[in-house]
Nanobody, 123 residues
C-alpha cells in the first residue's frame, strides 16, 4: 500500500504562484510514475503532468511553460512537487496526486490517489 498526502492548496490572485507538495510513503519501492491531476467543478479529472522514476517529466499541453513538476526520491518517501506560476481563474480545481505502482514479478499496475488539495484563483 502507498499513502499519498498533498498540501499547498490555497486561494491566490490571478497571476500568482503556488507550490503543491505530495508525499508518498508506505510501499514506495515499486512506484514507477507519479503525477498531478486536476478536477474543476462539474468536470472530470484530467492530467497536469507526470514524473517517472527514470527522470522523465511530461506535461499536458495547457500547462506547458506555466507549471513545473519535480520529484525527490529519498529513503522511505517520494515527494512530488507542482510549482504553479501565472495562475489563471480557470486553473481553479482540486488537485490530486497520483502514484502508479508496478510489481516487478507480475507487472500489475495499481493506482493510488491522495485526498486532493483545493486551489482557487480569483480574478
Amino acid at each position: 500500500q502507498v499513502q499519498l498526502v498533498e498540501s499547498g492548496g490555497d486561494l491566490v490572485q490571478s497571476g500568482g504562484s503556488l507550490r503543491l507538495t505530495c508525499i508518498a510513503s508506505g510501499e514506495i519501492s515499486n512506484i514507477y510514475a507519479m503525477g498531478w491531476y486536476y478536477q474543476a467543478p462539474g468536470k472530470r479529472r484530467e492530467l497536469v503532468g507526470t514524473a517517472t522514476s527514470e527522470g522523465a517529466i511530461n506535461y499536458a499541453d495547457p500547462f506547458k511553460g506555466r507549471f513545473t513538476i519535480s520529484r525527490a526520491d529519498a529513503k522511505g518517501t517520494v515527494t512530488l512537487y507542482l510549482q504553479m506560476n501565472n495562475l489563471r481563474p480557470e486553473d481553479t480545481a482540486v488537485y490530486y496526486c497520483n502514484a502508479g505502482e508496478v510489481l516487478r514479478t507480475t507487472h500489475k499496475w495499481t493506482d493510488y490517489w491522495g485526498q486532493g488539495t483545493q486551489v482557487t484563483v480569483s480574478s
